[in-house]
């Protein structure tokens, strides 16, 4: 589908207000309450639905099914929960391969397309199909996942115990989009 002026308009427009009403003194629930907001503006209004979804931050649905995971970070400089490009294996990634491995073992959800974790500044979209075939594909990994899930551990155990350490032993190769709002807002 052709890409027409009205719609690059109206994006330009809701952008720069999301980049606007970025608040780094602010709760993550706060950021998002304003992504959301950004993406049915954007994107989605009346077209799909975005709420969260158990622990998922913010999931976008299509019908009842979430085709897209979001992992929703409060904009704080320098977080160290937040992934970056010279290190993904920070808790927001280890929460995206939490969720992406519920949502496929627990709920048998094949209709996931992306994953995206974000700060509001710094935008890290992920193919499904690298996490189906690192993290679902990975037969231990999944043994290690059904353990910690059948055992109910806290998900500080999953996070340090289970991703970081399958993430430093296998170093995985990503490929990802990645984006930052970071200089545009110093420059509205």
Not at 88 to 106: D, G, Q, S, T, V
Request: proline share 3%; with cysteine; hydrophobic share 35%.
């Amino acid at each position: 589908m052709p890409v027409v002026v009205e719609d690059i308009n109206v994006f330009v427009k809701h952008l720069s207000e999301f980049i606007g009403n970025i608040n780094e003194k602010e709760s993550e629930e706060f950021a998002k309450g304003q992504l959301t907001q950004f993406l049915y503006d954007t994107f989605y209004h009346n077209k799909n639905k975005i709420n969260t979804k158990g622990r998922i931050d913010l999931a976008i649905y299509e019908d009842k099914t979430p085709i897209v995971i979001i992992e929703c970070k409060r904009p704080k400089p320098n977080d160290p929960d937040m992934i970056s490009l010279g290190n993904l294996n920070a808790k927001a990634f280890h929460e995206l391969i939490l969720y992406y491995l519920r949502e496929r073992i627990e709920h048998g959800n094949t209709n996931i397309k992306h994953l995206i974790a974000t700060n509001m500044y710094e935008w890290f979209v992920f193919d499904e199909k690298d996490f189906d075939r690192i993290f679902f594909g990975n037969t231990t990994l999944k043994k290690d996942y059904e353990t910690f899930a059948r055992e109910n551990k806290n998900t500080d155990h999953f996070y340090k115990s289970i991703a970081k350490v399958f993430l430093e032993k296998e170093k995985p190769q990503f490929e990802f989009a990645h984006f930052g709002f970071k200089k545009l807002q110093e420059t509205t």
